[in-house]
């Protein structure tokens, strides 16, 4: 089981950009595909974005794509949200989440990992 822990996350302003990191322990990171999830207050936990634990695949909902990049370095054990042109409707803490199977998934249920998340808040 592999420990994940967020940062990076803050207030800023509409159409700026912020990185989330996800730093992992107690395993290897490589051998996990890799999600980030966000919920924002009176809603559903949502996926954001996910990757095969190659990094060879990426996936992203609608709302982010574009905007949003997910990314992974392995060597050292951390994963990435790039996060570009924020919108306030963008403000959620944001979990990143890992499962040990090469696939990524948007099903939150799928993950078997997660950081305690990170918030953050848009302002327009």
């Known amino acids: 089981q592999v420990q994940l822990v967020e940062?990076?996350?803050?207030?800023v302003q509409a159409g700026t950009s912020l990185r989330?990191?996800?730093?992992?322990?107690?395993?290897?990171?490589?051998?996990?595909?890799?999600?980030?999830?966000?919920q924002a207050p009176g809603t559903e936990?949502?996926?954001?974005?996910?990757?095969?634990w190659i990094g060879s695949r990426t996936y992203y909902s609608d709302t982010v794509k574009g905007r949003?990049?997910?990314?992974?370095?392995?060597?050292?054990?951390?994963?990435?949200?790039?996060?570009?042109?924020?919108?306030?409707?963008?403000?959620a803490?944001?979990?990143c989440a890992a499962?040990?199977?090469y696939l990524a998934s948007s099903n939150q249920y799928d993950y078997t990992?997660?950081?305690?998340?990170?918030?953050v808040t848009v302002s327009s």
């Open 7 to 11: 940062s990076g996350g803050g207030l």
């Open 20 to 38: 989330l990191s996800c730093a992992a322990s107690r395993g290897t990171f490589s051998s996990y595909g890799m999600g980030w999830f966000r």
């Open 45 to 52: 936990r949502e996926f954001v974005a996910g990757m095969n």
């Open 68 to 91: 949003f990049t997910i990314s992974k370095d392995n060597a050292k054990n951390t994963g990435y949200l790039q996060m570009n042109s924020l919108k306030p409707e963008d403000t």
């Open 93 to 95: 803490v944001y979990y």
């Open 99 to 101: 499962r040990r199977t």
């Open 113 to 119: 990992d997660w950081g305690q998340g990170t918030q």
